[in-house]
């Protein structure tokens, strides 16, 4: 059996979707007769290189076009000439054939549901279309199935897979060492304390402006000396949120880190005294996951699929409530005792999800429709 594993559209690994191939592909299992072939840029020859796949460069120009003119006409035949058994397409709300000719798996971790209403027309109708024909989506929560299937998504089968944690990366501090003032992760220097929100600016719901809103009330409110640090690449989004930013009153507390590598999170984490997530279409939760593993108490949105995933180890808020999101921060940066509970309920929950788990059950429904 080979699996083609489609790697366009993941920002050359540089991206939560690159993030989430990168460890789906570092635990993939080692099966009998079982082929990885994975198919993409040919710059990220590098970029997803593993001992038991191989990689098939494509010469595409780097553009979301391009890459998507391709996945419209030529991927079809290019399946069909490497003999794949299955493909799984990985960022398949961005690039999707319309029609398949070899049994194939859409990854879907975003709620998409704003988008496809809103967004360009002609391109959602084919990502619809798409999704609609292929033979099996692999979602990373309940949340993002009931979207699907709202948006009339008639896909005869949504299988849902939880994303992992990296537990070798994501850890409690085992330090009894009192934290430096200044954290040094090369090439930033943090001064703490601070409350941390990973994510990139890619739209208004990622609650970026929402977010600087509300740290802006909780400083005002408290006087306490915590600095807001947002961790994560520019995107469409991002002349809104460096906008926000500097037109608060207290725009020297608040740091923009732009792209951070993804391995230097943990650290990022461990040391916040808070991590505070307010966006609203995220649908795998991956961030927030990333935050428990360290025991950093964790206060997110109520949409989107954080409940699902961090259960009754994180405390929950309205983002289009900015009053409320201030009240939230200051909660969970003042009161000890809940500070206390949250650590000990973020590292026991954290420990459900592993990409070791994800991997082994994607494998195993692409084996499922390859029989």
Known sequence: MKIGIDTFGCIHGRSGLGSYLLSILQNLPEIENVEYDLFGPEMDRFTYQFENTSYNPL?????????????HYRANKFARKNGYSVVIYTAATKMLPVSFKTKSVAIVNDIISNRIKNGDSWINRQIKKGLSKV???IVSSECVKKDLLEIGCKCPRIEVVYSGVDHSLFYPSQSLIEAPEILEIKPFAIKRPYIIYAGKMENSDKKHVELIQAFTKFKQNTGLPHRLVLAGADGPYSDEVHKAAFSSPLASDI?????????SFAELYRNADACITPCVDDGSGLSVLEALATGVPVACSNKGAFEEVA???ALYFNSDDVDQMAECIEKIITDTDLRQSLNKKAILRSKDFSWEKCASETIKIIQDLGR
């Open 59 to 71: 010469n595409i120009p780097d553009s979301l076009a391009a890459e998507r003119y391709w996945h």
């Open 135 to 137: 033979d099996c989506i």
């Open 255 to 263: 740091f923009l880190t732009g792209y951070f590598p993804h391995e």
């Open 311 to 313: 259960g009754d180890s």
